[in-house]
């Protein structure tokens, strides 16, 4: 059984998945499987994926496309690692050891059910924007998790067993389904960040996540009220999704961007 199991999701993303495999692949630590959802893509994507002959990958075809959400049930459901490390098709990792400080982490906090790291956000055209680092220790993650998702989804590697626990990635909480796993977890679990950039992440003007910002705003009401009793500062929180809602209902979201960079 390997140790740990890593998850991508992929749809129509054929330039950006090279980088991501092999930045995978590369990794000093080698006890893993790789399982690769192709979400039915029309693209040349089947083909990069097979150009890899690396008998960790588990390489998976859905006969139509069926969403992130679901393909992150289905990984989390076939995977045979303890632990489960997520990456997206348009990222990457760029420190060779993270998966190894990563597990090295968890052996090490057994009270620790998930840890990411910071990262490196760049656009399309591979330039570099800003960093994200976010706090690394659980009591100042828990004073800030209402206010914003304290994790880099493609960073984060965390326990199978407590994931499930928690019911897994929630259909209900589309564009946010890795801030609401995160919640759950962390109402049984510690949650921490390793203070080292390991990861880069693709900042995409035209994503799903951009796109539909303003949904996924919404939909964060929702979420951050369901955990009001356990994480502290709700009223708070809510006026600060509040504020950020109105800037991206009168089309300031590339101003935000522009201050991230800034």
């Known amino acids: 059984m390997p140790k740990v199991s890593v998850i991508m999701s992929t749809y129509n993303n054929a330039n950006f998945l090279p980088k991501a495999i092999k930045s995978v692949l590369l990794q000093s630590f080698f006890d893993f499987e790789f399982i690769i959802i192709n979400d039915n893509s029309t693209d040349n994507t089947e083909d990069t994926i097979k150009n890899f002959s690396d008998e960790r990958i588990v390489y998976l075809k859905n006969e139509e496309n069926k969403g992130l959400i679901f393909n992150l049930n289905k990984g989390l459901e076939i995977a045979r690692g303890e632990y489960i490390a997520r990456i997206d098709s ?5 420190d060779k050891d993270k998966l190894q400080k990563q597990v090295n982490f968890l052996e090490q906090n057994p009270d620790f059910a998930l840890v990411g790291t910071w990262a490196q956000v760049y656009d399309k055209d591979g330039i570099k924007k800003y960093q994200i680092k976010y706090f690394s220790d659980f009591d100042q993650i828990k004073k800030k998790i209402l206010f914003k998702n304290c994790f880099v989804h493609s960073s984060v590697v965390f326990r199978k067993n407590c994931a499930k626990e928690c019911g897994g990635y929630n259909v209900e909480e589309k564009y946010i389904e890795d801030y609401g796993l995160w919640l759950r977890m962390g109402e049984k679990y510690k949650l921490g960040n390793i203070a080292e950039i390991c990861a880069d992440y693709l900042h995409n003007e035209s994503g799903e996540t951009q796109k539909n910002n303003l949904q996924q705003i919404k939909n964060i ?5 369901k955990h009001k009793n356990f994480y502290p500062y709700y009223f708070w929180a809510e006026i600060r999704w509040m504020i950020k809602y109105l800037i991206v209902l009168f089309g300031g979201l590339k ?6 960079s800034i």
């Open 221 to 225: 009401f929702v979420l951050i009220k």
């Open 90 to 94: 348009d990222d990457c990792w760029s």
């Open 255 to 260: 101003m935000i961007n522009k201050l991230k």
